[in-house]
């Protein structure tokens, strides 16, 4: 969601979801996630700064796209009640379920942001997830320890209406894929990227 009506979140719908988003899964139970809430108008105005500033560059690296990819609502931070940042903790030294695939700890981070979103979901609440930022910019403006990674900027509020399809598909940005492009059985089709 980027198109917000900012109504406030009730303090209580508020603590819901971040439970649920603390209910995740989570590789050796690691619990990687930290939620950083902006509650400070020019704290979340440097926040827009930073995605503006990305969101040209994006454009540029875009080539002939460039015009058709900065009219895309892409965020919707000044709008939305409530701006939380998604953290990727610092690493804890856990190893288990993680000798062989370390990044099961980004993993569970976006298992515990899924949980938010689906939760924010039954509240009747939007959310956006916005990645177009620099993290090391996000993470000094946030004084994220080191070792620590801002992976999302979470826009969440009330909406006038849920998109109909994804956003970017109803702006004819990119088609979703049908699923069964994406479903292969017992090794990878060799026709499909």
Same mark, same amino acid.
């Given at each position: 969601?980027?198109?917000?009506?900012?109504?406030?979140?009730?303090?209580?719908?508020?603590?819901? *979801?971040?439970?649920?988003? +603390?209910?995740?899964?989570? !590789?050796?139970?690691?619990?990687?996630? =930290?939620?950083?809430? *902006?509650?400070?108008?020019?704290?979340?105005? $440097? #926040?827009?700064?930073?995605?503006?500033?990305?969101?040209? &560059?994006?454009?540029?690296?875009?080539?002939?796209? +460039?015009?058709?990819?900065?009219?895309? $609502?892409?965020?919707?931070?000044?709008?939305?009640?409530? &701006?939380? !940042?998604?953290?990727?903790?610092?690493?804890?030294?856990? *190893?288990?379920?993680?000798?062989?695939?370390?990044?099961?700890? %980004?993993?569970? !981070?976006?298992?515990?942001?899924?949980? %938010?979103?689906?939760?924010?979901?039954?509240?009747?609440?939007?959310?956006?997830?916005?990645?177009?930022?620099?993290?090391?910019?996000?993470?000094?403006?946030?004084?994220?320890?080191?070792?620590? $990674?801002? *992976?999302? #900027?979470?826009?969440?509020?009330?909406?006038?209406?849920?998109?109909?399809?994804?956003? &970017?598909?109803?702006?004819?940005?990119?088609?979703? =894929?049908?699923?069964?492009?994406?479903?292969?059985?017992?090794?990878?089709?060799?026709?499909?990227?």
């Amino acid at each position: 969601m980027r198109h917000f009506s900012g109504a406030d979140i009730p303090a209580e719908t508020r603590q819901r *979801i971040l439970h649920a988003a +603390h209910q995740a899964p989570s !590789v050796g139970l690691m619990q990687p996630w =930290r939620f950083i809430r *902006i509650s400070d108008a020019t704290l979340r105005e $440097k #926040i827009y700064q930073l995605v503006e500033s990305e969101r040209h &560059l994006t454009a540029a690296a875009l080539d002939a796209r +460039h015009a058709e990819f900065l009219r895309l $609502k892409v965020e919707g931070i000044r709008d939305c009640a409530e &701006l939380w !940042v998604a953290i990727l903790a610092p690493d804890d030294g856990t *190893i288990f379920g993680r000798r062989t695939l370390p990044e099961m700890d %980004l993993a569970s !981070v976006a298992c515990a942001i899924q949980n %938010l979103w689906l939760a924010a979901r039954a509240e009747g609440l939007g959310m956006g997830w916005v990645s177009l930022f620099d993290p090391l910019a996000l993470a000094n403006l946030l004084a994220v320890p080191t070792g620590g $990674k801002p *992976i999302a #900027i979470l826009c969440l509020g009330q909406v006038e209406e849920f998109y109909a399809a994804p956003m &970017l598909q109803l702006e004819g940005w990119r088609t979703a =894929r049908p699923l069964a492009n994406l479903l292969f059985e017992n090794q990878w089709d060799a026709g499909t990227p």
